[in-house]
């Protein structure tokens, strides 16, 4: 029994080992992400209300936006858990190149999408559809239409918040990884970080449909 | 390449006896699969947006979302394979949020005390 076993360079001194350390940062990180549940729950409540509300001025309002670039980023994000996943399983397996490729590739993927996102946004500001005293619709429904631009810039504002702050994680990670930081035994900042980004996938899973595609297309 | 040390081998022998995990690795063709559902999830749920399914648009719609959440949650974040607790708390936070939300949901869709619909003192447009 070699002393380097009991004292793993990441095995904090109140844990007993690597396996009791990962478990309780894992129920932590599940803690963070169901508040993070509630956090966005309570914008998709005020969604629920207001569409309800105003059911026709919603699907008016959702029609000004591109499903396609909606639908296209749906694919990239997907895309972009896909690699994350990869990257954690890379991990696992000790192959340090593929989880810095594997890593790079969700931070691209990410950059992609965040990219688009600035192009729709632009492209609101031009058209006049931010909430404010610039806020233009034709028709008898432009107060209700406001409130559904008031949801979608909040919900998928903070949606790409969740992913500006990833993105540079993501890079500290790999850049650890790459310096051999993480191993099949202890690679948890890798799994962690890991489970935020589905998080944020799953998040727009729903943003797509109920900001993107209301009423027929 | 691998990475895996004497040390690391210690360490999960170690984890194992105290009810640690080894690193669940899940096959590549799982997480292939997963991605494809994942995609034509997305293609169907565009596809449905052009469908017209009366009242049961938007549950169309959710189902498709939810079914590929559950889809993200069992496999790429790994619920399937984590230990009972993380799956009670991923459990309760939908549970809550299932509460929260159909609670209100409830409310537009239950006939009133007057026999009209939807919560009172509420204008519709």
């Known amino acids: 029994m070699s002393e380097a076993a009991h004292h793993h360079p990441a095995l904090a001194h109140h844990f007993e080992n690597l396996g009791e350390q990962k478990e309780a940062s894992s129920l932590g990180m599940w803690l963070f992400i169901a508040q993070e549940v509630m956090f966005f729950g309570g914008m998709f409540l005020a969604y629920t209300v207001y569409r309800n509300l105003y059911p026709a001025a919603f699907a008016e309002a959702s029609h000004h936006l591109d499903w396609k670039l909606g639908g296209i980023n749906t694919a990239v994000l997907i895309l972009s858990s896909l690699t994350m996943a990869l990257a954690v399983r890379a991990a696992a397996l000790g192959n340090r190149k593929q989880i810095v490729l594997f890593l790079i590739a969700t931070v691209v993927l990410g950059s992609i999408f965040l990219g688009v996102k600035v192009v729709e946004y632009g492209d609101k500001f031009e058209h006049h559809l931010v909430p404010g005293a610039h806020f233009q619709f034709p028709g008898p429904n432009a107060r209700p239409a406001q409130i559904f631009y008031s949801l979608y810039f909040a919900m998928t504002g903070l949606h790409a918040l969740h992913m500006i702050i990833g993105i540079p994680i993501l890079l500290v990670l790999a850049w650890l990884a790459h310096r051999g930081r993480y191993t099949p035994a202890y690679h948890t900042p890798v799994e962690m970080t890991g489970l935020y980004w589905h998080f944020v996938d799953i998040v727009w899973i729903f943003l797509f449909p109920l900001l993107y595609l209301v009423g027929p297309h | ?125």
């Open chain 2, 1 to 125: 390449m691998t990475a895996t040390t004497e040390t690391d081998v210690h360490e999960h022998e170690h984890g194992h006896e105290h009810g640690g995990r080894h690193p669940h690795v899940v096959p590549l063709l799982t997480y292939f699969l997963v991605f494809g559902a994942l995609m034509v999830g997305t293609y169907l749920t565009v596809w449905a947006a052009g469908q017209d399914f009366g009242r049961f648009n938007t549950v169309v719609a959710l189902g498709i979302a939810v079914t590929k959440a559950t889809l993200v949650v069992l496999f790429f974040m790994h619920v399937k394979y984590s230990p009972r607790l993380t799956q009670l708390v991923v459990a309760v936070a939908v549970a809550f949020l299932a509460l929260l939300i159909g609670g209100v949901v409830n409310d537009y869709y239950s006939p009133r005390l007057d026999g009209q619909m939807g919560p009172a003192n509420i204008r519709r447009e």
